[in-house]
């Protein structure tokens, strides 16, 4: 490996997991709840997966030190398409989606968040020299 060069982080990698997990648990909902629970479950995760997957893409488009204008703008782009999409799914879920287990959306939102933080921090290690 060349001692110059910067790896991608694994951030799809990150959102895969998320994403399974997700399936597992709407499963899981599924059996153990009722439907509406559970795709309220997985309509709150999603919220968080598919804008991150939307950033993720954007963001890491473009590495280097020659490309630094690029991806900075790339970062903006993404970060900005992440907040318009989990706005915009929200909207469209509150007013489309009927009848809606509000408690169930949020808390999965919230739990989605918090293990993209956990497993983006232990998928990106920074390299020991």
């Known amino acids: 490996m ?4 910067i790896q991608r982080p694994p951030v799809f990698k990150a959102s895969f997991i998320q994403l399974i997990l997700l399936v597992a648990t709407t499963v899981l909902a599924y ?3 009722s439907k509406v629970i559970a795709y309220s479950i997985l309509l709150g995760g999603l ?13 890491f488009r473009f590495m280097g030190s020659r490309q630094v204008g690029s991806a900075l703008h790339s970062i903006y782009r993404g970060e900005m398409g ?7 799914g929200f909207a469209l879920v509150f007013l489309l989606v009927k009848p809606l ?17 956990i497993t983006t921090s232990k998928l990106v290690v920074a390299p020991r020299s």
Do not use: C, E
Not at 2 to 5: A, E, F, L, P, Q
Not at 82 to 88: H, I, N, R
Not at 101 to 111: E, N, Y
């Open 47 to 59: 919220l968080v997966v598919l804008p991150n997957v939307y950033f993720a893409f954007y963001a």
């Open 101 to 117: 287990h509000s408690q169930a959306l949020f808390g999965a939102f919230v739990v989605t968040t918090v293990i993209h933080w």
């Open 82 to 88: 992440k907040f318009t999409l989990t706005l915009v």
């Open 2 to 5: 060349n001692r110059g060069s």
């Open 31 to 33: 059996l153990l709840s």
